[in-house]
């Protein structure tokens, strides 16, 4: 028997394996970058699909910055963290600590090596309660979780009758775990009501705000756009503290840089640098990375505020445009993620042949990735896309719109 036979892609994943196998706006190689535009081939595209949320990979002061570091500390740093770290690592933790307002701050190396690590260490032989809704790497961590002993459960987005009714016939310790900003609908969650419910039940709620760090931060005064002041997190974004709450995030996003991070409890870091195999025995991110985190934290300070008010009234322009055509989003925030659902989801092809032959790359939606229903499109806006680009976007999403119709909010 044919070993490909063996590893024939299930029923379930057919769809998503056709997609990628067959669409050109799926699964590309760029050969080319030239600001936030692509060359996928002989095609040059408006790229509308990266998390590059600051545009920090385009900075010519992050770009200059990084032969420094290389020249002090070579390129890669090949120790395991529990062996040794160059001072850059807890360089990163202390400005981290200092930006979010928390004790400490443990770094890895992405955010799915700190959930894989530090959910089951946390949960224990107790009980993990995953949001349904959450990002997949959430789910992979809560199966590592269960095969050290923890319960777990999963509950419906939103449903804070339903976790609290799980929390009242759960075993301590307790994680609630969940999307900070949701990472399709571009939503944040209602953060207040799952920490209270968390304090209340003697819980832990383990936030991944992967989307929301270096967007979303503190508010007060004068706010430059709704998406508040420094990008410290969903948490300061809320006003709300970090008492039984574990705030994770990353930097491959809106820092551009291959870095996650833990947010705790000093007492508690020391316990997960014992418990985290991912610590003790992972390797660590290269030094170009840790040199464009610290480049990017440097330049948050002095000019991250300028660049989320040009993120937001970029995507304010697309959000207002969908609206003028009475297009159906999910995204109620402002923030940069706009999911689109198709009228009909057997258009999906075509409508990405359009987009792709129009020079627009976006992510493609296809079932089972999202429910049937919502089958579509995200489009991510970054700080570095020009006017003229988002201009071109909204002329095309009009033509898609004409062509194939899309789903209109519910009556
Ligand atoms: C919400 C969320 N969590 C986790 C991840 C995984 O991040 P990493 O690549 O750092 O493992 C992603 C990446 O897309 C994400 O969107």
Redesign the pocket.
Known sequence: MSIYRTYAVPRAAAEVARVLAEHPMADAVVDQVDGRRIRVGNQWLFDFAS?NYLGLDLDPEVQAGVPAYLARWGTHPSWARGIASPALYPRVEATVSELLGVADVLAFP????THNGVLPALAGEGTLLVDIRG?Q?LHDAAVIARARGATVRRFRSGDLEQVERLLRASTPPRVVCM?GVN?MTGNPPDLPAFAALAREHDAMLYV?D??GFGVIGERGGYDPSPYGRRGNGIVRWFGESYDRVVLTA?F?KAYSSLL?FVAVPSELKEYLKVMVPTYLYGGPVPVASLATTLLGLDINERRGDELRAQLYHRTRTVLDHLDKLGVATSNVSGLPLIELALADPEDLDLVGRHLFDRGIYVTLAPYPVIPRDEVGFRIQLTAANTVEQVDHLLTVLGEVDDRFGFRRPHP
């Open positions: 998390c992405t955010l799915t090596h990002h790497t999307d990472s991944d992967a989307h990353g491959s996650a």
